[in-house]
DNA sequence: CGCGGTGTTGATACATTTCAAAATTTGTGG
DNA sequence: CCACAAATTTTGAAATGTATCAACACCGCG
């Protein structure tokens, strides 16, 4: 215990260690990392506009949301964090939050100073770039919810957000899957920009195509290939290819001439 | 020239001076980074999907798009991306695009080898911290595009979207203003996820209300105060506060701890 | 001078919203 | 374990914002 309750942060390590290469001090700064648990009541904005933050959220259990507002009051999630994400990486770089962020469900978190992970990411280089690549995945979600909200209709956008979360929260996508999804339909309205009506119609619509069944709780794919088929969906912006870090060869051309290319 | 060309980053390095303090070291470090001066004509996607990039582009002239595209090819830009801007900076750390880039216009770019880059990175922590700190800052600008696109009507979305291109192009926000955007109206409808013809209705009535003028070269901001009010536009989210580097002061309770909040 | 890309306008179609009410589930205290 | 209140889900009918289709005007450019 003494200040350390470092054990918890294993998944945060691990799925560093998915994408970046890690050396053996890396890990053993992070799992030193001090941490504080807490417990967050579900519909609490556990980061709010204006409100400068000095650490970390990493989501133990639980459901969370980032999300802004229209002046109208209208809510709209710009991302689900899941078990094992750390909801506002960014803050270490940028703490003054431009998004507020709600946990969905009760849930557990670990507080991580922000002075600690500086000093980590100071320390290593390594390490700090591996921080930045995590935080440069959630951007990359990020994009693509633009394409989501932007240019798909009820229908497939509620299908490509089901797909992105089976694959995040590693549903095996063989045929049919499941996993546990704990929101509400409003809670769906305000990540795909629909109303909740109009979500109650398309979930219907996507059941009885027989591909897939949503409940308050848990989300029953039952064909996965239908499903994505639906949603064109692409999983690849989801995954950072692990770095065969191949030194870049010298360029072809020497630098500094201005060249033309059509 | 002799594979440098140097001076022309110096954009750049304000960029960062801006949010993050650099070291004179790290000023001369970036100032010395090699660079290739590249012409690229309008309309060509200088990223690609599946294309592996070793470098990064700094726009020094022209402007590029940023975007994503549905199976049935609609295409949606996730970002504009305008001279002084490092285009696709978080490549550095995911060197496999997940969106593509594009010249709206014909532009100047200077491509800088993730080699170098990483190298100087690795040599400053602190000049790390700059370079993920420009990469959040765009993805907080992204978090705001998905709220634009999905709860705000034609209007309030498009007029948003001015706005935040007239704070970014520095343009001064007193009463009236104006800035260069060479977009045609279906590169706007590819902004704003509306279609080239609502784009053309929806300009019409920001113009009879007297509040902006949008050419196919420029953007005439008749009414500041008046088009901000319509957009629902706080601009705090394009600005880092400046680092006034304080050191957090030690957490007042113990870690370890499990605690609630309401 | 004509041609392709762009801007403009009108008429119509349609996806989604809005409003409203009932059915169902969930949570909670007795 | 029940009873009740609150939240959520479900369904219908009507309204509306935006898309679609189509035609024409404009402009720069070869």
New interface residues.
């Given amino acids: 215990?003494?200040?350390?309750?470092s054990d918890n942060l294993q998944p945060f390590i691990s799925r560093l260690a998915s994408h970046s290469s890690l050396s053996g001090e890396d890990r053993q700064a992070l799992s030193r990392l001090?941490?504080?648990?807490?417990?967050?009541?579900a519909h609490?904005d556990?980061v709010r506009l204006g409100e400068r933050v000095?650490?970390c959220c990493f989501i133990l259990e639980g459901l969370a949301a980032?999300f802004?507002?229209?002046?109208?009051g209208?809510?709209?999630f710009?991302?689900f964090h899941i078990a094992g994400d750390m909801a506002d990486l960014?803050s270490l770089?940028?703490?003054?939050p431009?998004?507020g962020i709600q946990a969905l469900t009760t849930s557990?978190e670990l507080m991580v100073?922000?002075?600690a992970l500086r000093a980590v990411?100071?320390a290593s280089?390594g390490l700090?770039?591996a921080?930045?690549?995590e935080?440069?995945?959630?951007?990359?979600i990020?994009?693509?919810?633009?394409?989501n909200?932007?240019?798909?209709d009820a229908r497939?956008r509620m299908a490509h957000l089901l797909c992105e979360m089976a694959v995040r929260y590693g549903a095996p996508g063989d045929q049919s899957c499941a996993y546990v999804l704990p929101v509400t339909q409003m809670h769906l309205a305000d990540a795909t920009?629909l109303t909740a009506v109009h979500v109650n119609r398309t979930l219907k619509v996507l059941r009885e195509d027989g591909l897939v069944t949503v409940t308050g709780k848990a989300v029953q794919v039952h064909d996965w290939a239908g499903l994505t088929t639906v949603a064109?969906f692409d999983p690849?912006?989801l995954r950072?290819?692990p770095p065969s870090v191949l030194?870049?060869r010298a360029?072809a051309?020497?630098?500094?001439?201005?060249?033309?290319?059509?």
Same sequence: chains 1, 2.
């Fill in positions: 215990m003494a200040g350390i309750a001090p941490t504080r648990a807490v417990q967050v009541a609490r556990f000095d650490h980032r802004g507002q229209s002046s109208a209208e809510r709209q710009s991302a960014h770089v940028l703490p003054n431009t998004s557990t100073p922000h002075s990411a100071k280089s700090a770039e921080l930045w690549r935080c440069s995945i959630d951007a990359a990020l994009a693509q919810w633009v394409v909200v932007g240019r798909r497939t920009a064109d690849s912006y950072a290819v030194q870049s360029p051309r020497p630098m500094g001439a201005l060249e033309r290319v059509h």
